[in-house]
């Protein structure tokens, strides 16, 4: 079957596709203003807004102060560089529910404000973190929740055991797979289990010489996460990431210097963060003239982690908190404690 058109009639044809392909843009420019993303990212894909975490919260009132006075967080931002610190350094830095929610709010925070180019993640006192806060380790706080951590608290606390869209270490880590500014991440001493993994999301890693690595997942009876099964082999090598995995094999700073997963070991100490943003001050003068330099920054890192990229890991995400959960459910984490409980006094004997 041929159809012919006429010139005029190949014209209005035309005019109507463009036209309608406008409306459609509008229609995912106006879908993403009203969840919260900003439509005029270097990635202006139509599910972009769907898959950033905090868009599944309610939208933020308009004027009123968000606070970032978090419980488990601190939170500062000089020269265009936003810090953002894990704050436990009782139980060192141990992840909890709390943690989750001020990491959303705080992530949240540095990709709505125009004024934070890269964004600093490290730790508070002697190590960056040591993992989840599997001893479910009480805590009585000094100061309220900010309004948006009261808000994300609200959706969190309703999860579905069996909706990992709906559990709040899942929505910390799509905070940072989805991050569009450039993440450092400043490993200010030990990095385990999860504070291992974390630097899975990290564009730029500076460790201190006192740090060291260790992926301890199958002691525990869990799952390794925060894309880790996938993005360890991809930044170490399979030999690396096999041995760290399955053998809950503990690496050095240097070790991991020559596997090509950091960039630089400096001196331990106060000097360490300072010298960690001298860094990132000196790299982002390169980065053009001001009023374009966060605009560039966001379309270098969508280059290098793409669209693609960042739904792999969404999904991946996904995968392995639902392995953690069927771990739980099969008790694997109880046995696994019980036998070590068990070998320790013998150990020490």
Not at 16 to 44: E, F, I
Not at 145 to 173: A, C, G
Not at 327 to 347: E, T, W
Request: net charge positive.
């Amino acid at each position: 079957l041929k159809v012919c058109l006429s010139w005029p009639q190949l014209v209005r044809v035309r005019v109507r596709c463009t036209m309608a392909q406008q409306q459609r843009r509008l229609s995912v420019l106006s879908a993403q203003v009203v969840a919260g993303n900003n439509p005029y990212r270097s990635d202006k894909a139509e599910a972009e807004y769907v898959r950033l975490p905090w868009c599944r919260f309610p939208p933020r009132a308009a004027g009123r102060p968000g606070g970032t006075e978090y419980r488990t967080v601190k939170y500062s931002v000089e020269d265009g560089i936003c810090t953002i610190v894990r704050s436990r350094p009782k139980v060192l830095n141990a992840v909890n529910f709390q943690t989750h929610c001020d990491m959303i709010a705080a992530f949240e925070e540095a990709e709505q404000d125009g004024f934070v180019l890269a964004v600093v993640l490290t730790g508070d006192g002697r190590f960056f973190c040591s993992g989840a806060d599997v001893a479910g380790n009480e805590e009585s706080y000094d100061r309220p929740d900010p309004p948006r951590v009261q808000e994300i608290k609200k959706v969190l606390l309703r999860q579905d055991d069996y909706d990992s869209n709906t559990w709040s270490d899942v929505n910390m880590y799509d905070a940072w797979i989805n991050f569009s500014k450039p993440l450092i991440i400043a490993v200010n001493g030990p990095a385990v289990g999860e504070g291992f993994t974390t630097l899975m999301m990290g564009d730029i890693i500076y460790v201190s010489d006192s740090a060291y690595f260790w992926a301890p997942f199958a002691r525990f009876g869990v799952v390794p996460e925060i894309t880790s099964t996938v993005t360890l082999p991809q930044r170490v090598g399979m030999a690396v990431a096999a041995e760290m995995l399955l053998m809950s094999k503990k690496k050095t700073p240097e070790e991991m210097l020559r596997a090509g997963l950091i960039n630089e070991v400096l001196p331990a100490g106060d000097g360490f963060l300072p010298a960690v943003k001298e860094r990132m001050k000196s790299g982002l003068n390169l980065a053009g003239d001001p009023s374009v330099r966060l605009k560039a920054l966001r379309l270098f890192k969508s280059m290098l982690k793409t669209k693609e990229w960042r739904d792999r890991m969404v999904a991946q995400n996904r995968n392995e908190q639902e392995m953690v959960r069927q771990r739980v459910r099969d008790g694997d984490i109880q046995k696994n404690l019980a036998f070590y409980s068990a070998q320790m006094p013998q150990k020490k004997k």
